[in-house]
């Protein structure tokens, strides 16, 4: 945030009025609301996460199902599509959701692919991108991919049955 303003504040007193300056800045104070698109961009992403979160039910699970090794390969492909993402401007967050995705694609291809006859290692298996995206948090990159993974592995979390039965035979 620190750099933002300093980058500002040095972008700012290199300055000179033009004498059209003050046009600009009335049309600067007129408007208030912010531009459509980007009060547009943080639903449609919550949309497509949304959609990244029903795909692999009714896509993957399938997929894995019969063609494990088919599933883990593709993980290499969307990782590969939010890295070509993140690398042009205007697509960034997209790309960023889709690493963050790929983290819960490619745990849902190992553990639905060869380890669901053990539900014991459902979580710890879903939760092999953690260090991935602690490392992308604290370095203050990725948030929105590292947010979806957090958010579906939390939701794992509360609907495996393992879990759910655990909690159960706790009380």
């Known amino acids: 945030m620190l750099r933002i303003i300093n980058k500002l504040r040095k972008h700012l007193s290199s300055f000179s009025p033009s004498p059209d300056a003050p046009s600009l800045l009335k049309v600067s104070l007129d408007t208030s609301s912010p531009p459509e698109s980007s009060v547009r961009q943080p639903l449609k992403i919550l949309l497509a996460s949304v959609f990244l979160v029903v795909v692999p039910v009714f896509f993957q699970a399938p997929l894995v199902r019969s063609l494990p090794w088919l599933s883990l390969t593709l993980t290499g492909s969307?990782?590969?599509a939010g890295i070509s993402l993140i690398s042009r401007g205007n697509s960034r967050p997209w790309g960023d959701l889709l690493i963050g995705f790929t983290w819960t694609w490619l745990a849902g291809s190992i553990?639905?692919?060869?380890f669901?006859?053990?539900p014991f290692i459902h979580l710890p298996?879903?939760?092999l991108g953690i260090p991935i995206v602690l490392i992308a948090l604290v370095r203050g990159k990725g948030r929105i991919g590292s947010y979806f993974y957090l958010g579906s592995l939390l939701g794992t979390a509360v609907t495996d049955p393992t879990t759910i039965d655990e909690r159960a035979v706790a009380t």
């Not at 553990?111 to 060869?114: A, M, N, P, R, T």
């Open 125 to 127: 298996i879903e939760s």
């Open 111 to 114: 553990y639905w692919g060869w």
């Open 116 to 118: 669901r006859w053990e």
């Open 78 to 80: 969307w990782l590969m």
